[in-house]
Structures are given as C-alpha cells and as structure tokens.
C-alpha cells in the first residue's frame, strides 16, 4: 500500500464549514480559502444580503456550493435557524469557526471613534461586544455540536487575537493634536475567553471524534493609514501586518486532516508579536 499524500491531508471535498462573521473581510477570505479547498462555505453574518452576496461571489469563483444566512449570533433562535438551514441545505455540518466579534475598526474611516477611556466604558457597550464574541461562541458551538455528536467527528475553531493573549498596546492608537483613542476593554477580555471555551470544549469533548482548537490571528491590513501600519510593523518581528490570505491559510491547516492530532491548541500567527 502507498505512503498516503500528504497534501490530501488539507483538502476539505464535500465539508460543510458554517463561518460566523462570513460578509466580513477575514470571513470573506476563510470562504473562498475552503470553497479552493473543496469545500461549501456557509456564511453566517448579521448583515444577510452581503452574506448572500459574497456567498454568490464564492461559488461563482470556485463552483463550489455555498450559502449566505442572516444570523445574529448572540440570539439563540436565531443561530439556532441558521443550523436548520445549513442541514436542510446540506444535511450535514463538519466544521464551525467562530470569527463573527465586534472589533473596533482604526483605519482612515474610524479615526476619533474610540474615546471612552476604561473609566468611562459604557455598560452597555460591554455588554453587547460580551453577547456577540463570546456568548455567540458559546451559542454557535451548543447548535452545532449536536450533528457532530451524532456524525462522531467534527472541528470547531474559536478565533482569538493576540490582544486575547497580551495587553493591547495604547500608544499604537494615538495622533498627535487628536483625542485620546483606545482599544477597549471588551475586545481583550473576549478574546481571552474565547481561548478558555476552546479548552473546555476540546477536554468536554475528549473521545467523541470532535476537535477544537483556537486561531489567534495578528493584524490584519485592512486600509489603514501608513502612520499605523508603520507602528504595528516597528512592533512585530516580521516587520508587516498580515494579509487575509495568510490567517486563511491557518485556518485550513485547523479545519483539515492535516490537525488530525490536535485539539485545545492556540495556533498563533502573528508575525512573532507575542515573541518579544
């Protein structure tokens, strides 16, 4: 019998991967990453009509079915319908990621929108980032697992960042002559928690056939001015952001065969940010 082939092993023919957050710019790119990959991205995103969207873009890129879905993660029905759809479409689910988080943007269109120190960090601002980046994991993966369970195989990817594993550094979001900007509170603690449901999940669901592991991403370049790009570089070992293309190619790796051996793991990819 022949040695099996390697790259077989990051192909996903027929998986079907629900990817939360889908309409935005990593979920795009996870899309057409597994579509390439031989698999049917479904894209599960707040705004619907761009989820259709990008979903219609997908397929005709890549001739590879796949499926846009109004969801808001933090709803139960609401995920809950998302689950029915993708199993009355395909029947089954092999993979979910969970990418859908409110991360405040700081490119050219966001300048000054982020003011509010911690002290005056409206509750209500902390509550619905909790609802979406972490209860919508925690809600996502709940719907999911019980087709996984019953396939006796499945993969769940929790995405974090590497402001889940490290402070946030100020000084990245501050102009000289503007107001004070910061990363909030909020993004850092989901993120963190987020690696935490990851081992849960991974020890909860030790012997079912069911991995989970996180991918924690670094910026991503995304139209941000040259000031910021210049700062975040000095600060990794790379020297650059990454490109969405690079945080999919991760992502392949978690979802495929080639992971076969892992689960409760931290892929970071990061451009050494966390190695200094």
């Known amino acids: 019998m022949g040695r099996e082939c390697q790259a077989e092993r990051f192909r996903l023919d027929n998986h079907v991967v629900i990817i939360t957050g ?60 998302m689950v029915q759809a993708t199993l009355a479409r395909f029947g089954r689910i092999d993979a979910l990621v969970n990418n859908a988080a409110l991360d405040p943007k700081f490119d050219s269109a966001h300048q000054g929108k982020h003011v509010n120190r911690f002290e005056d960090f409206p509750l209500e601002a902390w509550q619905q980032a909790v609802e979406v980046n972490i209860t919508g994991m925690f809600l996502c993966a709940q719907a999911v697992a019980p087709k996984m369970l019953e396939a006796g195989k499945g993969v769940i990817v929790n995405v974090s960042s590497t402001y889940g594993l490290v402070g946030p550094d100020q000084r ?38 069911i991995r989970v592991n996180t991918l924690t991403p670094g910026g991503v370049f995304a139209g941000h001015d040259e000031e910021f790009v210049s700062r975040y570089a000095s600060r990794t070992v790379m020297g650059r952001m990454a490109s969405p293309q690079e945080i999919s190619a991760a992502l392949l790796f978690l979802l495929s065969e080639a992971s076969s051996y892992m689960t409760g793991a931290n892929l970071v990819v990061d451009g050494g940010w966390t190695a200094w």
């Open 22 to 81: 889908g309409a935005g710019l990593l979920g795009t790119s996870h899309a057409h990453a597994i579509a390439e990959a031989g698999g049917h991205p479904v894209l599960a995103d707040v705004d619907g009509p761009k989820a259709s969207a990008v979903a219609e873009q997908v397929q005709a890129s890549h001739g590879q079915e796949a499926l846009g879905l109004e969801t808001d993660v933090s709803q139960k029905e609401s995920v809950r319908a």
């Open 172 to 209: 990245l979001y501050q102009r000289e002559g503007q107001p004070p900007q910061y990363k909030p509170v909020t993004y850092t603690v989901s993120k963190a928690a987020a690696v935490g449901l990851t081992r849960y999940l991974a020890t909860y669901y030790a012997g079912t056939g």
